[in-house]
C-alpha cells in the first residue's frame, strides 16, 4: 500500500513539475551590429534580463551593420543588428534577416525655432542654398548643419526619398556615430543634424516635422511620414541556441512591442 501511495506521489509530481518549472533562458548571448538600433537594442536587452535574470543580452559598440553581419557568417556573433536589407553577396550566405522595427529618419536641433522643413528646404541647407535661419522664417542666425559617412543608412534613407539630397554630400561636418552627431547638435547653436529617433528621442533635443508631418510611430506606421529605416537581426539559418532564439521571440512579443514604441519606433510582426 505504502509503495502505491509513493508511486502516486511521484506520478503526480511528474505532471506538476513541468508545468510549474518552465526552463527559463540562462546564458550569455552577444548582439553586435549596427549603431542605429544600439540604444533601443540594449533597452530591449535591458527589460529581457529582467523577465530572465539567468540571461545575459552583451550589446556592443557599433561595428556596422556590414560588420555584424560579417561576425554572424563568421561564427562570432550570436546574432548581427542591422539597420538595412541584406545585400546579395550577403544572401548566399545561409542568412536569415527578420525586421522586427521601423525607426523614422528625423532632423533635430538644440535652439532652432523653425517648427518644420519641407523636402526642398532640407535639400537647401545641406546644399548650402539655405545659409541662414531667417531664410525660413527664423531668427538671422548662420545655419551649420552636420551629417554622416556615406553609406550610413539614415543619409541612405533620405538620399532615397528626398529628391537632391544623395548630391549634397550629407553634410557640413560629418560624423561616424549617433552619439557623436548628437553631441555636436547639443553642443553647437543654431545646429541641425539627422538620425533615426531611436537615438535622438530621450536627449532632449527638438525633432522637427518634415513636410507637415511629426515622425511619431503612429504617421511612419501609416506611411504618412516615409522617411524609416529598418531595424532588423541576422543569424544563420538552423543555428539559434535557444537563448538567442528567445531573445529574437522577445522582440516581438508585447513587452518588446512597447519598448519599441518607447523609443520612437514603431513594431513590425514577423
Same mark, same amino acid.
Given at each position: 500500500?505504502?509503495?502505491?501511495?509513493? =508511486?502516486?506521489?511521484? @506520478? &503526480?509530481?511528474?505532471?506538476?513539475?513541468?508545468?510549474?518549472?518552465?526552463?527559463?533562458?540562462?546564458?550569455?548571448?552577444?548582439?553586435?551590429?549596427?549603431?542605429?538600433?544600439?540604444?533601443?537594442?540594449?533597452?530591449?536587452?535591458?527589460?529581457?534580463?529582467?523577465?530572465?535574470? !539567468?540571461?545575459? @543580452?552583451?550589446?556592443?559598440? &557599433? =561595428?556596422?551593420?556590414?560588420?555584424?553581419?560579417?561576425? %554572424?557568417?563568421?561564427?562570432?556573433?550570436?546574432?548581427?543588428?542591422?539597420?538595412?536589407?541584406?545585400?546579395?553577396?550577403?544572401?548566399?550566405?545561409?542568412?536569415?534577416?527578420?525586421?522586427? #522595427?521601423?525607426?523614422?529618419?528625423?532632423?533635430? &536641433?538644440?535652439?532652432?525655432?523653425?517648427?518644420?522643413?519641407?523636402?526642398?528646404?532640407?535639400?537647401?541647407?545641406?546644399?548650402?542654398?539655405?545659409?541662414?535661419?531667417?531664410?525660413? !522664417? !527664423?531668427?538671422?542666425?548662420?545655419?551649420?548643419?552636420?551629417?554622416?559617412?556615406?553609406?550610413?543608412?539614415?543619409?541612405?534613407?533620405?538620399?532615397?526619398?528626398?529628391?537632391?539630397?544623395?548630391?549634397?554630400?550629407?553634410?557640413?561636418?560629418?560624423?561616424?556615430?549617433?552619439?557623436?552627431? =548628437?553631441?555636436? %547638435?547639443?553642443?553647437?547653436?543654431?545646429? =541641425? !543634424?539627422?538620425?533615426?529617433?531611436?537615438? %535622438?528621442?530621450?536627449?532632449?533635443?527638438?525633432?522637427?516635422?518634415?513636410?507637415?508631418?511629426?515622425? &511619431?510611430? $503612429?504617421?511612419?506606421?501609416?506611411?504618412?511620414? $516615409?522617411?524609416t529605416a529598418p531595424f532588423g537581426v541576422v543569424y544563420m539559418k538552423n543555428n539559434l541556441?535557444?537563448? #538567442?532564439? #528567445?531573445?529574437?521571440?522577445?522582440?516581438?512579443?508585447? $513587452?518588446?512591442?512597447?519598448?519599441?514604441? $518607447?523609443?520612437?519606433?514603431?513594431?513590425?510582426?514577423?
Amino acid at each position: 500500500m505504502l509503495r502505491l501511495f509513493s =508511486i502516486c506521489v511521484a @506520478v &503526480s509530481l511528474f505532471m506538476i513539475i513541468p508545468c510549474a518549472a518552465v526552463a527559463a533562458p540562462a546564458g550569455k548571448i552577444f548582439v553586435e551590429g549596427t549603431d542605429d538600433s544600439q540604444d533601443i537594442m540594449k533597452a530591449l536587452a535591458g527589460k529581457f534580463e529582467q523577465l530572465y535574470p !539567468g540571461a545575459s @543580452v552583451i550589446v556592443p559598440d &557599433s =561595428i556596422g551593420s556590414s560588420g555584424g553581419i560579417r561576425r %554572424v557568417r563568421e561564427g562570432k556573433t550570436d546574432l548581427g543588428r542591422t539597420s538595412r536589407p541584406l545585400d546579395q553577396n550577403e544572401m548566399k550566405y545561409g542568412l536569415t534577416y527578420l525586421v522586427f #522595427a521601423k525607426a523614422p529618419v528625423v532632423f533635430f &536641433s538644440n535652439d532652432i525655432d523653425v517648427e518644420g522643413l519641407t523636402y526642398e528646404q532640407i535639400t537647401g541647407i545641406y546644399s548650402g542654398r539655405i545659409s541662414n535661419w531667417s531664410q525660413l !522664417g !527664423g531668427e538671422e542666425r548662420k545655419i551649420y548643419h552636420v551629417g554622416r559617412e556615406a553609406g550610413d543608412s539614415s543619409r541612405r534613407v533620405l538620399g532615397r526619398y528626398i529628391p537632391g539630397f544623395k548630391e549634397t554630400a550629407g553634410g557640413g561636418k560629418i560624423y561616424y556615430t549617433n552619439s557623436e552627431t =548628437i553631441n555636436a %547638435v547639443k553642443n553647437h547653436k543654431s545646429t =541641425i !543634424g539627422y538620425g533615426p529617433m531611436s537615438a %535622438v528621442i530621450k536627449t532632449g533635443l527638438k525633432v522637427t516635422r518634415v513636410n507637415g508631418v511629426y515622425p &511619431s510611430p $503612429e504617421n511612419a506606421s501609416k506611411g504618412s511620414y $516615409e522617411l524609416t529605416a529598418p531595424f532588423g537581426v541576422v543569424y544563420m539559418k538552423n543555428n539559434l541556441i535557444p537563448l #538567442a532564439e #528567445a531573445f529574437v521571440n522577445f522582440l516581438y512579443s508585447a $513587452e518588446g512591442r512597447r519598448t519599441i514604441r $518607447e523609443y520612437g519606433c514603431y513594431p513590425v510582426g514577423r
